[in-house]
């Protein structure tokens, strides 16, 4: 619960004023420890360490993932990055019948770039009409009995506007087509609910607010789809027979394994584990209502200062932690807060700020007063 003292568990706090979620988890204690035991398993063990302990961890980590977005475990696989489940899942769709691909234009660039460069792929970009949010009658227009996917996030990652999943599901569904989720700016901080949301398949990772770090990502696709879907961009752990070594046939795995690749990040496999216990200790519901507590303490007093800030208003439901502030040069004010050990982020026109269930009112406050130190 959230009455334990979590600002011990992450050293960078005793530091500095860390408010980058967004960008990277803090580090804590627990998965510090988790990667120290790998090392050691790795000196005790050698190569053997794989077949008695770290393909276990594997498992876990695809249990726990599961467990976070109410999936099955089955459906979980681990991957490279989004971008590389991107790409095994794209692969193994059919575009002669279905060409169209639609994503919106306050998505990440990785969810364009997995279709952009291919000729038997129209891809359709969804605009936003107030700058922050995309209005789901825009994706109903773009949809037709000829698209294949909606591809697009969970929470916009220069708004941090929560989109409306199971709005969006409907869309796809009624013409036809499946619905795929970037969730790598959500998972950790707002709820999911893949079967509840209707969910075709869900990408994302430990880096951001599951405070496992990078190298490592999941993708989670629909159970009844996986047999019908064979991705051409494939590695030996997507392989039913995987210590067989067959190089003269492949056949994939029965379930999403099919969707890996190569060899899994180990030590980020470890650190993401130590990550995932303390979201799980916590629940994402718990997180989600301290995280809005700051946020809404932060809008409060940029909106004192007379700063403006992009994306839902204060009590919106679509609000994340993620909070984009008005600044005419955000670089020179990031850098400028750094040398205050006050650690946010920039995107162009804006100061971004993300806190997490390990900051409190004194960060928000630190934050504050850096800002108008360094200059609006």
Known sequence: ML???????FPILARKTYLNSCSLGALSRTALAR????????????ASAWYELWMGRLAELRERVARLLHARTDEVALTASVSAGLAS????????RRPRVVVADLDFPTLAYAWINRPDVELVRVPSDDGFTIDPARFAAAVDERTALIATSHVCFTTGAIQPLRALAEIAHRNGALLLVDAYQSAGQVPIDVRADDIDVLLTGPLKWLLGGPGLAYI?????????????????????????FDITSFEPNADARRFALGTPALPTVHSALGGQELIDELGVPAIRARNRALTAQLLDALAA????????ARDDERRSAIVMIEHPDPAHAVAALARQDVIVDSRPGYVRVSPHFYNDARDIECFMNALRAAGT
């Open 220 to 244: 989670r696709v629909r159970s009844d789809l996986i047999p019908r879907l064979s991705p051409t961009v494939t590695g030996w752990f997507a392989a039913r027979g995987q210590f067989e």
């Open 305 to 312: 200062a007379g700063m403006r800030v992009r994306g839902p």
């Open 89 to 96: 899942f794209a692969s193994a769709l059919d575009y002669h």
């Open 35 to 46: 990667v120290a035991a790998f090392h050691d398993e790795w000196h005790e063990y050698g």
């Open 3 to 9: 009455n334990r003292d979590w600002r011990a568990e």
